[in-house]
Nanobody, 125 residues
Framework: QLRLVESGGGLVQPGGSLRLACVAS????????LAWLRQAPGKAREGVAC????????YYSDSVKGRFTFSRDNAKKTVYLQMNGLKPSDTGVYYC??????????????????WGQGTQVTVSA
């Protein structure tokens, strides 16, 4: 059974950092598009970062570019989201998601089949 479990959320002051982790079970990371998405209260879900993008690289939304870093450890079947310079607008529930790779398709445009339960990130003084 394919499963994703996030961890690492919490309360942090503006300007602070958090590192989210998502452990996969029931599948290997190779062969899957992987994404971090978030949902703030009263707002639509937003794609934050994903791999691989259609150019083979990593996609970041404009709102997090330069502050967040997506990484992965295939041996540990874990993906990470390093979040620096956090802002109150980064508050929300963060989800990791996966779907079998769709070649030549921008990863932010994909519909993801498998989701974790989410982890709450709150940025507040």
């Amino acid at each position: 059974q394919l499963r994703l479990v996030e961890s690492g959320g919490g309360l942090v002051q503006p300007g602070g950092s958090l590192r989210l982790a998502c452990v996969a079970s029931g599948f290997t990371l190779d062969g899957y598009n992987l994404a971090w998405l978030r949902q703030a209260p009263g707002k639509a879900r937003e794609g934050v970062a994903c791999v691989p993008n259609s150019d083979g690289g990593t996609y970041y939304s404009d709102s997090v570019k330069g502050r967040f870093t997506f990484s992965r450890d295939n041996a540990k079947k874990t993906v990470y989201l390093q979040m620096n310079g956090l802002k109150p607008s980064d508050t929300g529930v963060y989800y990791c998601a996966a779907t079998p790779i769709v070649p030549d398709t921008p990863c932010p445009a994909l519909t993801y089949d498998h989701w974790g339960q989410g982890t709450q990130v709150t940025v507040s003084a």
